[in-house]
């Protein structure tokens, strides 16, 4: 078999980039032990609670349905630990709830939702509702195609933004209040997995028993 032309990959860049392995500067024997040292029993701290946290799971029940499930903001009353009280604000896609992780805490939420894609994007603050840089990205796929059987996967990832550090807006938060949003990073990944089991047993609870993965309360 004759193979074509090469397609003319990286021929813009003249010289080896640091960090790029690419099995033309680094074959197999000397890239193996590199991957091997990749795969730790014991990871840093930081480099698990860094700039990123990723959850996933799988959940057996029509990724269609907890896409549309998803995308109801309410839903968040049901699934998540500690946001409840969801009233529509006077902005339109707006809601006002409570986090009762702080206390008296006010949350914010736009949720931001593409059918295509099946992607969910939850845009929250603490406190104010002008500035929604707390944002949780969610994608909801078909388990058949990546899994081989019905159901879906669904993938969560928060992205550590600088404010999580700072109160962007002290101002607007009440009187002595002793955390903030950011205190709570390091158990974002235990918390967030918490929330998935729990979105997870609810849409698997309703499948079971005939029941719409999104109930009615949220289709009014």
């Known amino acids: 078999m004759?193979?074509?032309?090469?397609l003319p990959a990286l021929s813009d860049i003249p010289d080896t980039i640091a960090g790029v392995l690419r099995i033309e500067n680094s074959d197999r024997e000397a890239t193996t032990p590199i991957i091997m040292d990749m795969?730790?029993?014991?990871?840093?701290?930081?480099?698990?609670?860094?700039?990123?946290?990723?959850v996933q799971g799988y959940i057996a029940a029509p990724p269609r349905e907890v896409w549309e499930y998803l995308a109801d903001t309410r839903?968040?009353?049901?699934?998540?630990?500690?946001?409840?009280g969801?009233?529509?604000t006077e902005e339109p896609g707006l809601w006002l709830a409570h986090d009762r992780l702080g206390d008296s805490t006010e949350i914010y939420t736009r949720t931001v939702?593409?059918?295509?894609?099946?992607?969910?994007?939850?845009?929250?603050?603490w406190d104010q509702g002008q500035h929604l840089w707390m944002i949780y990205l969610m994608r909801v796929i078909d388990a058949q195609a990546v899994l081989d059987k019905p159901g879906s996967v669904v993938l969560w990832v928060n992205c550590r933004h600088p404010f999580y550090d700072h109160n962007p807006y002290p101002e607007t938060a009440p009187a002595k209040r002793?955390?903030?949003v950011g205190d709570f990073?390091?158990?974002?990944?235990?918390?967030?997995?918490?929330?998935?089991?729990?979105?997870?047993?609810?849409?698997?609870?309703?499948?079971?028993?005939?029941?719409?993965?999104?109930?009615d309360w949220m289709r009014r």
């Open 39 to 54: 795969l730790r029993s014991v990871y840093p701290h930081e480099q698990v609670f860094g700039e990123f946290c990723p």
């Open 178 to 180: 002793p955390v903030w």
């Open 75 to 84: 839903s968040l009353e049901e699934w998540t630990y500690s946001l409840r």
């Open 185 to 215: 990073w390091d158990m974002f990944a235990a918390g967030h997995q918490l929330e998935l089991d729990n979105l997870k047993a609810i849409c698997e609870y309703r499948a079971a028993h005939g029941l719409a993965i999104k109930p």
């Open 2 to 6: 004759t193979l074509s032309n090469p």
């Open 113 to 125: 939702a593409n059918a295509e894609a099946m992607t969910v994007d939850y845009h929250c603050a």
């Open 86 to 88: 969801f009233t529509a």
